[in-house]
């Protein structure tokens, strides 16, 4: 059973259609980016997917009910955006509190605690915490019960850069134990290499659903190619090559991904003359920007 099957969803307010025409599938165990502007319609498809808000046509299945359902609500782990707690309570008062509501046992929460790395700090009141502790325990509360969809709005608002590896950590350990997640968020740099299939939403439209290898091939973005010569060599490497100087001793060219085998073979075939090569693909951010300019909707 697929984790998430969305089917040509659409939501109104009024006659402007925020969401329009949706369809996605999420299956157990994958991570995916969900891209898209202010006001793009993330925000929406999330709380459709809660339950929270109706919508007009298409439909949605979490785990093969209909969201907001019993079934649906316990099987979701959900970390919003700008997250609230009571700050009168500790970490560990706040976390043991949703435990009760699922049903689990404080040691579970307990252990989640340490994971998101707030052990030390549990039991210091929250409204000493930074934006960045606040964070963690809505990422502790959001995988409490070993949710089997987890639904993250902007996860790492507010973490160091430390902090944000380690919660990918914990993204990676949740799709391995088989929990399918998507991630809601406008760091692409960070989200290239951590998720398996990246969507697009543009003014409420679907424009792109693929793994990023498949974008590349999609959006047909030039390569780059930089390749180190020595000082006395890089006139004939760039004549050799068709290629531009970039300083005393790198030139660089450009190639499409059709074109990236046949390139490297001309390169090599200058043996000696080269002494290093930089490939370089189109970045996700290079990516978002091309998708987010089209209006043709994935279906």
Not at 39 to 65: Q, R
């Amino acid at each position: 059973m697929s984790a998430l099957i969305i089917s040509r969803a659409t939501k109104q307010y009024g006659s402007d259609e925020v969401v329009r025409n949706v369809s996605l599938k999420i299956e157990a165990g994958e991570r995916i980016a969900l891209l898209g502007h202010n006001g793009a319609g993330k925000t929406t498809l999330i709380k459709m997917i809660l339950g929270l808000t109706p919508f007009e046509k298409g439909k949605i299945e979490v785990l093969g009910t209909a969201p907001g359902s019993k079934k649906a609500r316990s099987s979701i782990g959900f970390l919003p955006e700008s997250v609230a707690f009571q700050g009168a309570l500790s970490g560990r008062e706040q976390l043991h509190h949703f435990a009760r509501l699922k049903s689990m046992t404080m040691g579970k929460a307990d252990d989640l605690l340490e994971r998101v790395g707030l052990g030390s700090a549990a039991d210091r009141k929250i409204r000493t915490y930074s934006k960045g502790m606040r964070q963690r325990v809505g990422l502790a509360q959001a995988i409490l019960g070993k949710p089997k969809l987890v639904l993250l709005d902007e996860p790492t608002s507010g973490l160091d850069p430390i902090s944000r590896h380690e919660f990918y950590d914990i993204v990676k350990d949740l799709s391995e134990a088989g929990a399918a997640v998507l991630l809601s968020s406008h760091a692409l740099t960070e989200m290239e290499t951590r998720t398996d299939r990246i969507a697009i939403l543009r003014k409420g439209r679907l424009v792109a659903n693929d793994k990023i290898s498949t974008l590349r091939q999609q959006a047909a973005m030039p390569i780059v190619v930089r390749v180190t010569t020595s000082a006395k060599k890089v006139e004939q490497v760039a004549g050799e090559l068709g290629a531009r100087r970039v300083n005393g001793k790198v030139v660089e060219l450009t190639c499409l991904q059709n074109e990236k085998v046949a390139t490297l073979s001309r390169i090599t075939d200058l043996g000696d003359l080269i002494r290093d090569v930089e490939v370089t693909p189109a970045s996700l951010e290079e990516l978002y920007r091309h998708f987010s300019s089209i209006e043709q909707e994935v279906i």
